[in-house]
């Protein structure tokens, strides 16, 4: 899960970089290095707003109905880092001081990926689908033993879920905010 969100060094400027850069783009009408919390597009095209937050840690329905953009300079690069070992991390997000603190506050929730890994996202896919069929043969006056049967199915699929969470495969992890050095 975490290797496909692995480390890319070199490929990110430096601070000193964008620093250096917006001090020579200081210009009007020329855009500099902003705070970008919320991930907005920018450039040709406009945005269309985000389609994720915090690297894609949260849905794009965490930012509200209110699209704003930050007018302050960046002060550091960040991400949202979870606590497992290795630990989920989310994308740099170029953020003010201002943003780091707002978000370390109000946005350092539980890691969805250790809240629901694919074992458990699975798991939920198919107690979903056996609660269906549950629906469907109570629906169509199926005899009592084939409905007894098919929601034993759900209870059987509803205790391997249980177990993910008390094995603690799918598990309450903190999220924090971290510089990216
Ligand atoms: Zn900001
Ligand atoms: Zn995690
Ligand atoms: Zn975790």
């Known amino acids: 899960m975490s290797g496909q969100m692995a480390d890319r060094p070199g490929g990110y400027l430096t601070d000193a970089a964008i620093r250096g850069g917006m001090n020579k783009l200081a210009a009007p009408g020329i855009?500099?290095?902003?705070?970008?919390?919320?991930?907005?597009?920018v450039g040709r095209g406009g945005d269309r707003g985000p389609k994720h937050?915090?690297?894609g840690l949260y849905s794009a329905a965490y930012e509200g109905a209110k699209k704003w953009y930050c007018p302050r300079p960046v002060?550091?690069?960040?991400?949202?880092?979870?606590q497992c070992d290795p630990p989920h991390r989310g994308q740099e997000m170029p953020l003010c001081y201002g943003h780091v603190a707002q978000i370390g506050r109000r946005m350092s929730g539980v890691c969805p990926p250790c809240v629901m890994p694919p074992a458990a996202l699975e798991l939920h896919q198919r107690i979903n689908g056996a609660q269906a069929v549950v629906t469907a043969l109570m629906r169509r006056g199926a005899s009592r033993e084939v409905?007894?049967?098919?929601?034993?199915?759900?209870?059987?699929?509803?205790?391997?879920m249980t177990e993910l969470v008390l094995r603690g495969i799918a598990h309450k992890c903190q999220l924090t905010l971290t510089e990216v050095s």
């Open 53 to 55: 937050l915090m690297g």
């Open 75 to 82: 002060d550091g690069r960040y991400r949202m880092v979870c």
């Open 31 to 41: 855009i500099v290095a902003r705070c970008n919390p919320f991930g907005h597009g």
């Open 147 to 160: 409905v007894a049967q098919a929601v034993a199915e759900v209870d059987g699929l509803s205790a391997m």
